[in-house]
């Protein structure tokens, strides 16, 4: 069995497994074949990589002779076939790149699908990286801001605490959350799942409930879209809160679609002059009028940042917590002795599958294909 690394798009800065993790694939007998370069912007050498057991290759090679090929982002190469590819490949934004994987015979595995249960957290990308995004957030939006977070009583004069709401309480919004308080700031979270307001409050935060929420009980633990009555009411409450706030971080996203637009101009025009907004949903469409992904705007003295790939800010920690979640995967497909094991059966492997047979197998992705 041979596992392939490739070298990441050049936006870029993670990869799929850092050396030290390539040695818990090559102690069992496995080759690791490494693309040249693959690990550098994560800080981590070819050297490093060789010292670990892994080889260096080109891409032809990885790919000409992988089994299994692992990359953040789907390969656009174009000349990948009858393979086996995990990544975070976004299928349900990008159905037609997955028909073409599935033309071509790949088998590929798309981490940010696996389901959501207890089983899967140990390999759940998405929380892995959103964590990192949330505490990314924060601390991007403390330097920019030009006041203080923290409360102080000095004999220069006091300075408030910075008021920070966050909108969306998932995994990047609780670690928003337990963030900003740790920088001293007063929390304020709106989200449409009832369910969080406990762990909103545990971490020291007011959680604001707006009363009408569509039922989500059903789906899967993620949030599902609202009527228009509702995000009207919503708005309105949500209005309040941002006209005293400081900071905002927007998490709010619903698998599959657009986000929703929960901070619109009249709000932002009137925040205080110097306060920031970090948009984490800018790749799905942003929850801010203004947003725009991978760019920060200035409106009236309002900095709203649009970045979904704050994980990438930090490619180290990032790139080691995303390999172990992948090294989790792969114990799920290769049985002890170093063989293929793909197990229908298995919820997780049926769940994460896109690809196979060289037909989409995913239902969702399907439904979007016809
Ligand atoms: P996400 O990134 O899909 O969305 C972020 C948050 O935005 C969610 O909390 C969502 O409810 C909220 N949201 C959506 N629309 C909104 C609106 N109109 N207004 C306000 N908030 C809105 O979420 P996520 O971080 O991927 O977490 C999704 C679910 O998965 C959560 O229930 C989480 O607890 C669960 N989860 C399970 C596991 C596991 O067991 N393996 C691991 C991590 C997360």
Same mark, same amino acid.
């Given at each position: 069995?041979t596992?392939?690394?490739?070298?990441?798009?050049?936006?870029?800065?993670?990869?799929?497994?850092l050396?030290?993790?390539?040695?818990?694939l090559?102690?069992r007998?496995?080759?690791?074949?490494?693309e040249?370069?693959?690990?550098?912007?994560?800080?981590?050498?070819?050297?490093?990589?060789?010292?670990?057991?892994?080889?260096i290759?080109?891409?032809?090679?990885?790919?000409?002779?992988?089994?299994?090929?692992?990359?953040i982002?789907p390969?656009a190469?174009?000349t990948?076939?009858s393979?086996?590819?995990?990544?975070?490949?976004?299928?349900?934004?990008?159905?037609?790149? /997955?028909?073409?994987?599935?033309?071509?015979?790949?088998? $590929?595995?798309?981490? #940010?699908?696996?389901p959501?249960?207890?089983?899967?957290?140990? /390999?759940?990308?998405?929380?892995?990286?959103?964590?990192?995004?949330?505490?990314?957030?924060?601390?991007?939006?403390?330097?920019?801001y030009?006041r203080?977070?923290?409360?102080?009583?000095t004999?220069?004069?006091?300075?408030?605490?910075?008021?920070?709401?966050? $909108?969306? +309480?998932?995994?990047?919004g609780?670690?928003?959350?337990?963030?900003?308080k740790?920088?001293?700031?007063?929390?304020?979270?709106?989200?449409?799942r009832?369910?969080?307001?406990?762990e909103?409050?545990?971490?020291?935060?007011?959680?604001?409930?707006?009363?009408? +929420?569509?039922?989500?009980?059903?789906?899967?633990?993620? +949030? &599902?879209e609202?009527?228009?009555?509702?995000?009207?009411?919503?708005?309105?409450?949500?209005?309040?809160?941002?006209?005293?706030?400081?900071?905002?971080?927007?998490?709010?996203?619903?698998?599959?679609?657009?986000?929703? $637009?929960l901070?619109?101009?009249? /709000?932002?025009?009137? /925040?205080?002059?110097?306060?920031?907004?970090?948009?984490?949903? +800018?790749?799905?469409?942003?929850?801010?009028?203004?947003?725009?992904?991978?760019?920060?705007? &200035?409106? #009236?003295g309002?900095?709203?940042?649009?970045?979904s790939?704050?994980?990438?800010?930090?490619?180290?920690?990032?790139?080691?917590?995303?390999?172990?979640?992948?090294?989790?995967?792969?114990?799920l497909?290769?049985?002890?002795?170093?063989n293929?094991?793909?197990?229908?059966? #298995?919820?997780?492997?049926k769940?994460?599958?896109?690809?196979?047979?060289?037909?989409?197998?995913?239902?969702?992705?399907?439904?979007?294909?016809?």
């Amino acid at each position: 069995m041979t596992i392939g690394i490739l070298r990441e798009p050049a936006f870029e800065t993670r990869v799929s497994l850092l050396p030290e993790a390539t040695a818990t694939l090559t102690k069992r007998g496995i080759t690791v074949f490494t693309e040249q370069a693959a690990g550098e912007k994560a800080f981590s050498s070819d050297e490093e990589y060789i010292k670990f057991g892994a080889q260096i290759r080109s891409r032809d090679e990885v790919i000409q002779a992988a089994d299994i090929i692992l990359s953040i982002h789907p390969p656009a190469d174009g000349t990948i076939n009858s393979k086996i590819l995990i990544g975070i490949y976004q299928p349900l934004f990008a159905a037609p790149v /997955m028909y073409e994987f599935a033309q071509r015979r790949n088998t $590929l595995f798309s981490l #940010d699908m696996l389901p959501r249960t207890t089983r899967a957290q140990s /390999m759940d990308v998405l929380s892995s990286q959103s964590n990192i995004a949330g505490y990314k957030a924060v601390l991007h939006a403390s330097n920019i801001y030009s006041r203080y977070f923290p409360m102080f009583m000095t004999a220069a004069g006091s300075i408030a605490p910075a008021k920070v709401l966050i $909108l969306g +309480a998932g995994v990047a919004g609780l670690q928003a959350i337990a963030t900003a308080k740790r920088l001293g700031a007063v929390v304020e979270v709106f989200d449409t799942r009832p369910a969080v307001k406990e762990e909103v409050m545990s971490l020291g935060a007011k959680f604001v409930e707006v009363e009408g +929420a569509a039922d989500a009980s059903k789906a899967g633990g993620y +949030a &599902v879209e609202q009527t228009e009555e509702f995000l009207q009411k919503q708005k309105a409450r949500i209005a309040e809160s941002i006209a005293k706030a400081d900071i905002v971080i927007t998490t709010a996203q619903i698998p599959g679609k657009k986000a929703p $637009l929960l901070v619109t101009e009249e /709000m932002i025009v009137q /925040m205080r002059k110097g306060s920031v907004i970090i948009d984490i949903a +800018a790749a799905t469409g942003g929850n801010t009028a203004f947003t725009k992904n991978n760019e920060t705007i &200035v409106k #009236d003295g309002i900095t709203i940042v649009g970045n979904s790939a704050l994980a990438a800010s930090m490619p180290s920690d990032a790139s080691k917590l995303y390999g172990k979640n992948v090294l989790n995967f792969l114990q799920l497909i290769i049985s002890k002795e170093g063989n293929l094991n793909l197990n229908w059966e #298995d919820d997780l492997v049926k769940g994460s599958c896109i690809t196979h047979n060289g037909e989409i197998v995913h239902e969702l992705v399907k439904a979007l294909m016809s």
